[in-house]
């Protein structure tokens, strides 16, 4: 199904950590988000529920001469229904696009 969000799954984010910390606040919606004082993880409390987040830094992906930063990013949803879970993501991602068309 396009536009379906599992319950959990994984991609690669094309852009570096500081860029992703950037972002996150404003792609979350206004829910509440817990960065973890290690790094590299975090919470969202989304109706009643948690969407725990977890990334690390890849290598780069290079193309001719230019090489572009990728974190691979987890995403796990525990307790947040389908609909609040598709709603959540689908502002996520068009808040996370950048450039192109």
Known sequence: MI??????????????????????PGAVRGHALTLTASGGAA???????????????????????VRLPRLAIGFRFTEVDEDARQRFMRYFDLYMQRGGG
């Open 3 to 24: 536009g379906h969000y599992a319950a959990a799954f994984e991609r690669d984010q094309g852009c570096t950590e500081a860029e992703w910390l950037a972002w996150l």
């Open 43 to 65: 919470r969202v409390d989304i109706d009643g529920g948690v969407l725990d987040l977890a990334w690390h830094p890849l290598p780069p992906r290079q193309i001719a001469l």
